[in-house]
């Protein structure tokens, strides 16, 4: 089955022929993996109704939205996470046994993104694009956070290693090295995953945030605490981070819940979610993705007036 909002011209919610300009507004997308699937049609509407926030931030898959935002290509924001996932260089536990990782990251953010490649990134239309940006990754020597933003790009293999570093999920995917340090998954990070601290950093106050879990949605503790300090004992703030972020994402929730009842914020939760993180099923990733569509087109003339406010 397809979905209306794969054709612009016939998009669910409206096109728009003018800018929807709210530099006051920073937008903010969660990861997820493979949930992102979800979501993506709300890249899909804030590209079709030609909206130019101040600012956009991403962690993990997060990432991905961020970029396929700022090179407005809707085709691209779908096949990242329901498409894609049929070219068996994407991943599996083939890939993990020979040292890849689940998620094939040397192929999904190096490799794929380059001209001529399964999912080519126009370069020139991101650095062309006007919003502030930052993609975030923690740094495994410090459990510090990195944030990358527009002055640290000047390469699309530059882009690419930001993206795959801030995605690179512990156990799952090798460590990501870039400039001399290694990296992991920015949501093991102190907001547990939402780089509203990154917006917050850059002046901005009023969020759109697009995420992937329930309103209701909250995460348990880890477990196994020796286990993981055990696999990560040369990296023991990677362990740390690990095992605060069940805390760390609690705490933002109910942050981002209370910006909601102030005005502050507009959420996008999903109202249910049919996928896990390492879906690959094809067939499912299309009928998330269609549920998000849904949800979105009930949803967009609220976003619509918050951004416009």
Same mark, same amino acid.
Request: aromatic letters at 12%; proline letters at 6%.
């Given at each position: 089955?397809?979905?209306?909002?794969?054709?612009?011209?016939?998009?669910?919610?409206?096109?728009?022929?003018?800018?929807?300009?709210?530099?006051?507004?920073?937008?903010?997308?969660?990861?997820?993996?493979?949930?992102?699937?979800?979501?993506?049609?709300?890249?899909?509407?804030?590209?079709?109704?030609?909206?130019?926030?101040?600012?956009?931030?991403?962690?993990?898959?997060?990432?991905?939205?961020?970029?396929?935002?700022?090179?407005?290509?809707?085709? /691209?924001?779908?096949?990242?996470?329901?498409?894609?996932?049929?070219?068996?260089?994407?991943?599996?536990?083939?890939?993990?046994?020979?040292?890849?990782?689940?998620?094939?990251?040397?192929?999904?953010?190096?490799?794929?993104?380059?001209?001529?490649?399964?999912?080519?990134?126009?370069?020139?239309?991101?650095?062309?694009?006007?919003?502030?940006?930052?993609?975030?990754?923690?740094?495994?020597?410090?459990?510090?956070?990195?944030?990358?933003?527009?002055?640290?790009?000047?390469?699309?293999?530059?882009?690419?290693?930001?993206?795959?570093?801030?995605?690179?999920?512990?156990?799952?995917?090798?460590?990501?090295?870039?400039?001399?340090?290694?990296?992991?998954?920015?949501?093991?990070?102190?907001?547990?995953?939402?780089?509203?601290?990154?917006?917050?950093?850059?002046?901005?106050?009023?969020?759109?945030?697009?995420?992937?879990?329930?309103?209701?949605?909250?995460?348990?503790?880890?477990?196994?605490?020796?286990?993981?300090?055990?696999?990560?004992?040369?990296?023991?703030?990677?362990?740390?981070?690990?095992?605060?972020?069940?805390?760390?994402?609690?705490?933002?929730?109910?942050?981002?819940?209370?910006?909601?009842?102030?005005?502050?914020?507009?959420?996008?939760?999903?109202?249910?979610?049919?996928?896990?993180?390492?879906? /690959?099923?094809?067939?499912?990733?299309?009928?998330?993705?269609?549920?998000?569509?849904?949800?979105?087109?009930?949803?967009?003339?609220?976003?619509?007036?918050?951004?416009?406010?």
């Amino acid at each position: 089955m397809t979905s209306s909002a794969e054709d612009p011209s016939t998009t669910p919610w409206g096109t728009s022929d003018s800018p929807l300009d709210c530099p006051d507004v920073a937008i903010v997308f969660e990861g997820g993996g493979m949930r992102n699937s979800y979501t993506v049609g709300a890249v899909q509407a804030l590209i079709d109704h030609k909206v130019n926030p101040g600012w956009v931030g991403g962690i993990s898959a997060g990432t991905t939205h961020v970029v396929n935002f700022l090179i407005k290509n809707r085709t /691209r924001a779908k096949a990242s996470f329901v498409d894609f996932v049929e070219d068996p260089r994407f991943g599996g536990w083939k890939t993990f046994a020979k040292g890849k990782g689940y998620f094939n990251t040397e192929f999904i953010y190096t490799e794929s993104v380059m001209p001529g490649e399964i999912a080519e990134m126009d370069f020139d239309a991101f650095m062309k694009s006007s919003p502030e940006f930052a993609i975030g990754a923690l740094r495994a020597d410090t459990g510090d956070m990195t944030w990358w933003r527009r002055d640290d790009v000047q390469t699309l293999e530059q882009l690419s290693a930001y993206t795959r570093a801030s995605s690179t999920i512990p156990f799952f995917m090798p460590v990501t090295h870039v400039d001399g340090h290694d990296y992991y998954d920015g949501a093991m990070g102190p907001t547990g995953g939402f780089a509203y601290d990154a917006a917050i950093e850059d002046g901005y106050s009023k969020f759109l945030f697009i995420l992937t879990r329930p309103k209701s949605f909250r995460r348990e503790p880890m477990s196994q605490a020796r286990l993981i300090r055990s696999y990560f004992r040369k990296q023991p703030a990677v362990a740390e981070a690990i095992l605060q972020r069940a805390e760390h994402y609690n705490r933002s929730k109910e942050k981002i819940a209370q910006w909601e009842k102030e005005g502050r914020a507009m959420v996008f939760y999903p109202d249910q979610m049919p996928v896990h993180n390492k879906e /690959r099923n094809v067939e499912k990733l299309q009928k998330s993705y269609e549920m998000g569509v849904d949800q979105v087109v009930r949803e967009w003339p609220r976003w619509e007036e918050f951004l416009r406010g």
